[in-house]
């Protein structure tokens, strides 16, 4: 037959129980935290006068690293220093005033200009769409197209959005 515990053997019982399940938590809540090492961030800010555009509607990126911005005043590109403006080598924009910029998986980027009509940009060249091609002459009163309007396949066949 057993014998029950003294008085101070259920409090030592108690004790032992309670200092297995508390006192690892308790000594690892105290454990000095791991030392992170400073991340050493840069952080760098362009404006007008570092030749960036005011009012940017759009931006995207290409797969050899520009960064293409489209604004009212033309179209810009960025290669991480400066920005310069863009004048296709064969034949110029419809107009300077864009609404959008896409770039595709083969390189090509896709511009679309706020007066209606869209452009295909690659290797430098320009290949002007407007309403001959059947493209509308512009998406609403005082619309321009949104990235929406322009998408592509897994393939890169561009196709028109909702």
Not at 19 to 43: D, E, F, G, K, T
Not at 59 to 76: F, N, V
Not at 127 to 137: C, F, H, K, Q
Request: proline share 8%; hydrophobic share 40%.
């Amino acid at each position: 037959m057993k014998r029950p515990l003294p008085a101070y053997g259920k409090a030592l019982a108690l004790f032992v129980m309670l200092s297995c399940c508390v006192l690892p938590s308790v000594c690892h809540a105290q454990a000095p935290a791991a030392v992170r090492p400073a991340i050493n961030l840069h952080h760098t800010s362009w404006t007008a006068r570092d030749g960036a555009p005011a009012l940017v509607q759009s931006m995207a990126q290409t797969t050899d690293g520009w960064l293409w911005l489209a604004a009212p005043t033309g179209l810009y590109r960025f290669d991480g220093v400066q920005f310069e403006q863009f004048v296709p080598s064969n034949e110029p924009l419809l107009t300077r005033n864009l609404s959008l910029v896409n770039a595709f998986a083969d390189g090509v980027l896709w511009i679309g200009y706020r007066t209606g009509g869209a452009a295909r940009l690659q290797h430098g060249r320009i290949r002007n769409y407007g309403e001959v091609d059947g493209l509308p002459r512009r998406l609403g009163p005082g619309a321009g197209w949104q990235r929406s309007h322009v998408g592509g396949d897994a393939a890169g066949h561009v196709l028109p959005g909702p």
